[in-house]
């Protein structure tokens, strides 16, 4: 999907920001523990703790209803998320994310992403709604791929 997502980093919290449906997201790094049993969420509860220059975030608290992508691959509230968040150049962010969710899979699994990271870069707004057609509109031409 063509969103983006604006991270905003102060010394105890990072808040992200995404396009999509005015979403928010707070990872706390202010050493508390991972919460036992939250309150469950879309995005769920986060806490995060630095490696170095990896910041390691770790995730529970999530609904039992969710999708963890567009193609409908399940999640639920037994799942754990831990994302590894690393800086390698000026423009990139690589993304490692191993979900562990012992209600939906046999076995935690990863994947990894580099992400472009666009600085100084405005959100618009973005709400998913019924006949929503805005996104056949921010697809590049058939031509141009």
């Known amino acids: 999907m063509p969103h983006l997502t604006k991270i905003v980093h102060t010394p105890k919290l990072l808040v992200l920001l995404y396009e999509v449906n005015a979403m928010y997201r707070q990872v706390f790094i202010d050493g508390r523990p991972l919460q036992t049993d939250p309150n469950p969420s879309w995005n769920g509860y986060s806490t995060a703790v630095w490696e170095k220059d990896t910041l390691v975030i770790r995730t529970n608290g999530f609904r039992d209803d969710l999708w963890i992508d567009m193609l409908g691959a399940p999640m639920t509230s037994a799942a754990t998320m831990t994302e590894r968040l690393r800086r390698p150049s000026f423009g990139t962010l690589e993304v490692t994310l191993t979900v562990d969710d012992p209600k939906t899979y046999t076995r935690p699994w990863t994947v990894s992403l580099n992400q472009e990271l666009m600085l100084d870069t405005d959100l618009i707004d973005e709400f ?14 058939a031509s141009a791929k």
């Open 128 to 141: 998913c709604l019924e006949n929503e057609k805005s996104y056949q509109h921010m697809q590049a031409p």
